[in-house]
């Protein structure tokens, strides 16, 4: 509640809050549009592969050149992680394998972390989180993406004696969007491929938010974090709006649509038919919660919250969320307050890679969002070896894998892969 008076004690000690972003994309570029009007955060250095493209954003985002000039820019994310001048690592480059190696190198140094990339958190999140504890750093989800929000809400709802039903957000939808590509993704969004290009509009990027493939990332990182269970058939994207989110997000055995309580879910912004649904949470994120007695239950019903027809569930969601604009809040939560907004505690669940076509022996995978694979959200018990989405980028199939079926470890060439290494020391922890 506090943490705006903080960071400005902070700048008036003339100890403020030192950042170093890796990856000026547009997560970035967001946070770096508010650090001007923030009081005791200063970024010191920013890594990109390009960083004239770095210091272009800067510029886009109105950066002065006095600003600029106290900033330095690198081309190396574990450069920037050693530097003397960084309290605080930001990794927003999107890249599973470099997320993990850069946070390493943040934990080694010394850093806390704000894991924007969440594709590397789903793959290693819990070894990263267990690694700068023992550091004495911390890793922390990055608030403004739904992941770090949903985490809010879940924290909130139990604090406040609530059982946690089901956690989400909400996106647009349809069972036919796992099998679209690169090629065909921008009708989906009402974009000409020519008015994308002009835009600077990554494809295979955009589409990993239509094919499921996004949000069963974010949907896994949320059940690691808040302890909560994975659907055991993945994710079924219920069309649901915002009045309806207690009566919907609630046990089958009392008339909902989930297998069982204290799930993750994501609802469509679209009825199966491609309809709209009314009122929906394509931008947002909610939680559902279960009154703990009938004098909570009736509480419900005096204060105006939307409930299920037992009057016992109950809903609050957030309409929109803001990514980096709001990213501040991880950096200067981490470095004042030596808290994270929201961090892997154990892997419940993973995000296998399932082929979007017949696929052959020989073939190079080419990961998120693409057109060989698309990421289900499965628990790890159910997942077994199946191949994380986030190794599924630049490796050859070793054997045929039919439409719809789950790519496994095994049926791929991961031979010598310290990442990959990586993910298995995970996974034998979560299995026992």
């Not at 990055?142 to 909130?156: C, F, H, K, R, T």
Request: aromatic share 6%.
């Amino acid at each position: 509640m506090n943490l705006s008076r903080l960071a400005a004690d902070a700048a008036a000690r003339g100890t403020p809050v030192r950042a170093g972003l890796i990856g000026a994309g547009k997560f970035g570029s967001m946070f770096l549009s508010q650090v001007p009007t923030i009081a005791g955060l200063e970024v010191a250095a920013i890594a990109d592969l390009n960083p004239d493209r770095a210091k272009a954003a800067c510029c886009g985002v109105g950066w002065d050149d006095d600003r600029l000039a106290a900033t330095a820019f690198l081309d190396d994310g574990a450069a920037l992680a050693a530097r003397d001048d960084v309290d605080v690592v930001i990794e927003a480059t999107g890249n599973p394998r470099a997320g993990i190696a850069h946070a390493r190198a943040a934990i080694a140094a010394g850093k806390h972390v704000v894991m924007v990339n969440v594709e590397a958190d789903v793959l290693a999140g819990a070894v990263l989180a267990r690694e700068a504890e023992a550091a004495g750093v911390i890793y922390s989800m990055a608030y403004g993406d739904q992941p770090a929000l949903v985490s809010e809400m879940v924290d909130w709802a139990r604090a406040t004696g609530f059982h946690v039903t089901a956690a989400g957000k909400g996106t647009k939808y349809l069972p036919a969007f796992h099998a679209v590509t690169p090629d065909d993704v921008w009708q989906h969004y009402g974009l000409t491929p020519d008015a994308a290009k002009a835009a600077g509009m990554n494809p295979q990027m955009f589409n990993s938010f239509l094919d499921g493939t996004k949000s069963a990332i974010e949907m896994v990182a949320i059940a690691n974090a808040c302890e909560l269970t994975v659907p055991s058939q993945g994710l079924t994207f219920p069309p649901c709006g915002v009045d309806d989110l207690a009566q919907v997000m609630r046990p089958r055995s009392v008339g909902g649509q989930l297998e069982s309580s204290g799930m993750v879910e994501t609802v469509s912004s679209l009825e199966r038919d491609g309809r709209p649904v009314f009122r929906d949470l394509r931008w947002g994120v909610y939680v559902v919660f279960e009154a703990p007695n009938d004098y909570a239950a009736a509480c419900f019903a005096q204060y105006g919250l939307p409930t299920d027809i037992t009057g016992h569930y109950a809903a609050m969601y957030k309409p929109f969320h803001l990514i980096g604009l709001e990213l501040s809040v991880s950096v200067l939560s981490a470095a004042l307050r030596n808290e994270p907004t929201g961090c892997t505690r154990a892997m419940f669940g993973t995000v296998a890679s399932v082929a979007k076509r017949d696929l052959k022996a020989g073939e190079v995978l080419d990961g998120e969002g693409g057109y060989t694979v698309w990421g289900k959200a499965l628990p790890i018990a159910a997942a077994g070896q199946a191949l994380p989405i986030g190794l599924a980028h630049n490796v050859t199939l070793t054997r045929d894998v039919a439409q719809g079926e789950v790519v496994m470890m095994d049926g791929v060439d991961m031979r010598n892969d310290p990442i990959a290494d990586l993910y298995m020391q995970a996974l034998a922890g979560a299995m026992g």
